[in-house]
């Protein structure tokens, strides 16, 4: 079983599709995705978490546009900040019922974290990364891609993570036995500017991406991150699809440049078990929540390994 576990929670954990978002039916969420996290804590391990908060930074910024005759609307990384907090909030106060009627003392933390980027990454004169409501039409204020069928969507650039600003903070909680919630939704991006000033920038981050990251500042011994699957499928969606029980770092590399994995869905997540792998991680796994502590044990799950 692994020591240091960073756990990334899929957007499964917090809400399902077709769900209205109400704070009944993610707190309930929440719940049982910690009853799951409480399994691993019981087996000795310590552990962090990180989040997704697509819908949830979507209903705000979706908030602001509708009340923008009334209040101002808020930037995006303000935006992200926002949603940290609240599902921060959720995950500390269900991880900390748990661990109460497990009999345990421990405690729950969740860090405001700020992601570094480049602020010369080349994401940012080429915004790919769809958010917030469709449109009728452009809005002049945003670049916007038209989807079919739908309408227009707002794009914001997802340059790469650099490093973690509150990183130091982070390994010193977990020494002291914390268990902490951080860069939900990727961390909230900032560049920095004359003097090694920090500056908030319109961005998203890849969660995963992010996660790769975190594992690597905080010395994980095994990053995990958990979606809707319980393995990583070859050929998916084909007749002869597959599932892959172990990879190596570069099997999975060769799979990314064949084209196996969807590119805003498995792609990212397969990439990030590489990056931390190659970076000195021990082992990555791709899981599904409910099996994430049988994967630990090396029997459930995607493993990918050096």
């Not at 794009?155 to 790469?160: C, T, Y």
């Not at 991006?189 to 905080?218: F, R």
Request: aromatic share 4%.
């Amino acid at each position: 079983m692994a020591k240091k576990v960073l756990i990334a929670l899929g957007g499964n954990a917090l809400l399902r599709s077709k769900e209205k978002g109400t704070a009944d039916e993610q707190l309930a969420h929440v719940d049982e995705t910690c009853k799951h996290l409480i399994e691993i804590i019981l087996e000795g391990c310590s552990i962090a978490i990180t989040h997704g908060n697509g819908p949830q930074v979507g209903d705000i910024l979706l908030k602001d546009e509708m009340c923008k005759d009334k209040f101002p609307a808020m930037p995006l990384d303000i935006c992200g900040a926002e949603s940290q907090g609240l599902i921060g909030y959720m995950i500390q106060r269900s991880l900390d019922n748990r661990l109460k009627m497990a009999g345990m003392s421990k405690p729950v933390v969740t860090i405001l974290t700020q992601t570094l980027v480049d602020k010369n990454d080349p994401a940012f004169k080429d915004p790919s990364k769809p958010i917030g409501p469709f449109y009728d039409q452009k809005q002049p204020q945003w670049s916007m891609v038209e989807e079919a069928g739908k309408g227009f969507r707002r794009v914001v650039p997802s340059p790469e993570p650099v490093d973690i600003v509150e990183g130091a903070a982070i390994l010193e909680l977990i020494k002291k036995g914390a268990v902490v919630v951080a860069c939900g939704g990727g961390g909230i991006p900032v560049i920095k500017i004359d003097g090694g000033m920090l500056q908030g920038v319109e961005a998203v981050i890849d969660k995963d991406h992010t996660a790769a990251v975190l594992a690597k500042v905080i010395g994980a011994d095994t990053l995990m991150i958990l979606t809707d699957v319980e393995k990583v499928f070859l050929n998916f969606g084909r007749p002869d699809q597959k599932t892959l029980d172990k990879l190596t770092a570069a099997e999975a590399k060769k799979l990314i440049s064949d084209g196996q994995f969807p590119r805003g869905n498995m792609k990212p997540k397969v990439e990030s078990c590489v990056r931390y792998v190659e970076g000195g991680g021990k082992r990555a796994i791709i899981t599904s929540l409910e099996k994430a502590k049988l994967a630990l044990d090396g029997k459930a799950g995607t493993q990918i390994v050096r």
